[in-house]
Nanobody, 125 residues
Framework: QVQLVESGGGLVQAGGSLRLSCAAS?????????MGWFRQAPAKEREFVAA????????SYADSVKGRFTISRDNAKSTVFLQMNSLKPDDTAVYYC?????????????????WGQGTQVTVSA
């Protein structure tokens, strides 16, 4: 069992930056899990943003955020981060972190077992 809590969302102007955090707790070992970030804009389906392997050695990004967003993790602090730069109004969404024990980096929401409650990111034009 893993509990996930996101933080760091807010309102930012286009071109600005935000850093999201997702703190994990529970009986399971954080470093056992692949961690992912997803987002859901109003009236749209939840979509993959980024994922990182247990060691941080493998990372995957959606094409829409590649070169602007950076996912990282600190296993000692049981936390995964999403650094978001050059933000655009299209990045406005609720951002969720998710966890799964896997040997690959899933992009499908149905592949993840644990989810946080989400944090709102709003980018103004």
């Amino acid at each position: 069992q893993v509990q996930l809590v996101e933080s760091g969302g807010g309102l930012v102007q286009a071109g600005g930056s935000l850093r999201l955090s997702c703190a994990a707790s529970g009986r399971s070992t954080f470093s056992n899990y692949v961690m992912g970030w997803f987002r859901q804009a109003p009236a749209k389906e939840r979509e993959f943003v980024a994922a990182i392997s247990w060691s941080g050695g493998r990372i995957s990004y959606a094409d829409s955020v590649k070169g602007r967003f950076t996912i990282s993790r600190d296993n000692a602090k049981s936390t995964v981060f999403l650094q978001m730069n050059s933000l655009k109004p299209d990045d406005t969404a609720v951002y969720y972190c998710a966890a799964v024990e896997a040997g690959y980096l899933p992009r499908n929401i149905n592949s993840y077992d644990y989810w946080g409650q989400g944090t709102q990111v709003t980018v103004s034009a």
